[in-house]
Each structure stands twice: as structure tokens, then as C-alpha cells.
């Protein structure tokens, strides 16, 4: 088959891979579409992988061609996505369920073979199938779709309220439409860029402020009559947005940091006593896996993708790609800013 193999820094390959087979308990899948993780990026431009060759990859659709023994829900022709954890299931996290936080994983796309490939092979659990009437592009929306309800869960939301929501990149984007799906009061998107923002729009925020005016936190805080917000979801992972949510957390708040930073962050002593002087509640978000295996997160995407109330709009994909052509859309990262929105790769396109 052919594949996007990883080689070295900066050293990404469309070459001929061997073909995986399915053992017993596990499903092969054709790839039709896949998405560049953000964390994927510094993998291949910053030595950031585990080990060379690799093929990455692991927001996937495809279609089921083959099935292993011991294989008895999954059928072939099922339209899937693919959940990418490989929990060891032995740990004590694991044996708490806490599959997300298990130290002795594999991953599908990081430590073994991923999708940015023709085929690939996944366990017969975590292949999660689909409404066949829903697109290739939104089956590989289902793990970072995934990634922003786990957030909501791990931040104890419980509908009502307001609900800021910094960053209206992909995950950011899912977050807000989880939260007016949940009940929210008010869903509020901040961003730097007028076109994510406009989107957020269409898909269901009520409202959006851009972080670039000078007055920015004024109106914010006057959407909340100068209270603060009650539920605030970090979805960009950037030191400005991580000190603006202990700047807009009510008190009493619930503050979840779903974004993964990739610079140092500090806080001046009067940062901090918003936090003890609002009581505030803080917490991480990683992953998106829950018990029983691979949790309720994954038939939750399917379900409100397929009945329309997680939407779906064009604007979510950034541009897309046939899969020969993977290294010349990782090199558009170089530029900071240049990517809004996700990239797909098409696993069938020439």
C-alpha cells in the first residue's frame, strides 16, 4: 500500500508500506479520509516522534474491507472512525477506568501504524461505527469532537449558566456546540481570527469576542453582568488564553484546560489570588476515554453528528489534500497562523 512514512525530522515519505492484516479481534479498515492532529505537527517538523520510521496519524474514516477472528459487531462495508488509544488495560488507572491516564499505552499513530495510509488496523472496540449517511469528513472529525466532550465532562458541566469558550479552533468549535447541546445559558467564543469567530456563529455560539480589540475583557465581562462565567473550557493551549480564563472565571467557576501548551507559563501573584479569592474549580482534560472502553464520548459523537445536533460546516476543514502531498501540507504549519482549521488528508485521491 502506500503510506506517508516519517523517516527522520522534517523527513516525510509517500513510499510503498506492507499491507497490515487483521489478527484475531481486530478489523481492517481503508482509510478514506484523515485529519492532522496538532500533534502531529511537532512530531514530524520538530523530532517530536517516537521513533523512525512511523506512520502517523489517528483522526481516521474509512470503510471496514476485512475482519479477524473473534470479530462479532463489526461487519465489513461498516463505515467507521477509529479511537487510537491502546490502553493496557492492566494498570490501576485501567483498572479504574481511567484509560486516558494509563502510563503503559500504545497509540494508532504515534507508537504504532497509523492512517496516514491506505489501510489500517484497528481492535474491533475501538473501531466506532457510523451512520453511513454522514460524511468521510466528519468520521474523521469524531476524535477531536471526542477530545471536547471529554473536557466537558471533566469539567463537571451541568447545562445553565454561562460558558466561555478561548479558542475557536476545531476542538474549541466542538466545545461551544457541546455545551448549547448540554443547556447552556450562554456560549461565548473568543478568538483572534474574525473568520473562526464567524463560524462559531454559524454553528450555534451566541455570542464571540475578537481578543485582538483593546477593550476585549470589558465587553466580555459585561456579557455575564460583570460576573464572570460560569463554566470557562482553554481549547488553544496558548499562555494568553490560560491567563485569561483565571481573568474570566466567575466565582465558584468550573475552568477546564483542554488545549496542550508548547511554552512556558507564569502567573503574577495577583493571577493567582483569582483563583483563591473566586474558589474557583481548576482541572486538566486529556484524551477522551471513559469506561467502559473507549467510553461514552465516541457512541456520543456518532449520535449527535448523526442526528444533526453536532453540526457540521465546510469551514471546519481548512483545506484538503490528497495523501501524496502530506509533507507539502505539514510544511504549511512553518508558518505561524497559516493553518485555520483542519487539514485533511484523502487516502483515495491521487
Known amino acids: 500500500m502506500k503510506a506517508a512514512v516519517l523517516h527522520a525530522n522534517e523527513d516525510l515519505r509517500y513510499e510503498e508500506y506492507p499491507t497490515p492484516k487483521p489478527g484475531p479481534g481486530e478489523v481492517l479498515v481503508r482509510v478514506r479520509m484523515t485529519g492532522i492532529c496538532g500533534s502531529d505537527v511537532p512530531r514530524v517538523l520538530h523530532n517530536g516522534a517516537h521513533g523512525y520510521p512511523i506512520v502517523l496519524g489517528h483522526e481516521l474514516s474509512g470503510d471496514v474491507v476485512e475482519v479477524g477472528r473473534e470479530v462479532t459487531k463489526i461487519q465489513v462495508g461498516d463505515k467507521v472512525s477509529g479511537a487510537p488509544l491502546l490502553p493496557c488495560m492492566q494498570c490501576g488507572d485501567?483498572?479504574?477506568?481511567?484509560?486516558?491516564?494509563?502510563?503503559?499505552?500504545?497509540?494508532?499513530?504515534?507508537?504504532?501504524?497509523?492512517?496516514?495510509?491506505?489501510?489500517?488496523?484497528?481492535?474491533?472496540?475501538?473501531?466506532?461505527?457510523?451512520?453511513?449517511?454522514?460524511?468521510?469528513?466528519?468520521?474523521?472529525?469524531?476524535?477531536?469532537?471526542?477530545?471536547?466532550?471529554?473536557?466537558?465532562?471533566?469539567?463537571?458541566?451541568?447545562?445553565?449558566?454561562?460558558?466561555?469558550?478561548?479558542?475557536?479552533?476545531?476542538?474549541?468549535?466542538?466545545?461551544?456546540?457541546?455545551?448549547?447541546?448540554?443547556?447552556?445559558?450562554?456560549?461565548?467564543?473568543?478568538?483572534?481570527?474574525?473568520?473562526?469567530?464567524?463560524?462559531a456563529r454559524a454553528l450555534g455560539a451566541d455570542e464571540t469576542v475578537n481578543t485582538r480589540a483593546a477593550d476585549f475583557m470589558e465587553r466580555a465581562m459585561a456579557l455575564t453582568g460583570s460576573k464572570g462565567f460560569d463554566y470557562v473550557f482553554e481549547t488553544a493551549g496558548a499562555v494568553p488564553t490560560m491567563r485569561m480564563a483565571f481573568e474570566l472565571a466567575a466565582n465558584k467557576a468550573h475552568v477546564c484546560f483542554i488545549g496542550t501548551p508548547h511554552a512556558d507559563l507564569s502567573f503574577t501573584p495577583r493571577m493567582w489570588e483569582n483563583m483563591n479569592r473566586k474558589e474557583f474549580l481548576l482541572t486538566g482534560s486529556w484524551m477522551s476515554y471513559s469506561a467502559p472502553f473507549p467510553g461514552r464520548e465516541w457512541p456520543l459523537v456518532a449520535h449527535y453528528f448523526a442526528t444533526g445536533q453536532l453540526k457540521y460546516a465546510p469551514g471546519l476543514i481548512f483545506k484538503t489534500f490528497p495523501l501524496s502531498q502530506a509533507w507539502e501540507a505539514f510544511k504549511l504549519y512553518k508558518t505561524p497562523g497559516a493553518v485555520q482549521g483542519k487539514i485533511l488528508l484523502d487516502c483515495t485521491a491521487e
Request: glycine share 12%; aromatic share 14%.
Open 94 to 199: 485501567c483498572q479504574k477506568g481511567n484509560f486516558s491516564l494509563c502510563k503503559h499505552y500504545s497509540f494508532i499513530g504515534s507508537r504504532q501504524q497509523g492512517s496516514f495510509a491506505e489501510y489500517v488496523v484497528l481492535p474491533e472496540i475501538n473501531a466506532i461505527p457510523f451512520d453511513p449517511a454522514l460524511s468521510y469528513e466528519q468520521g474523521a472529525l469524531f476524535e477531536p469532537a471526542t477530545v471536547a466532550l471529554h473536557g466537558v465532562f471533566c469539567n463537571q458541566f451541568a447545562g445553565g449558566g454561562t460558558v466561555a469558550v478561548l479558542g475557536g479552533g476545531t476542538i474549541g468549535l466542538f466545545t461551544a456546540q457541546f455545551a448549547r447541546i448540554f443547556g447552556a445559558k450562554t456560549v461565548v467564543v473568543f478568538d483572534l481570527e474574525d473568520e473562526r469567530l464567524n463560524l
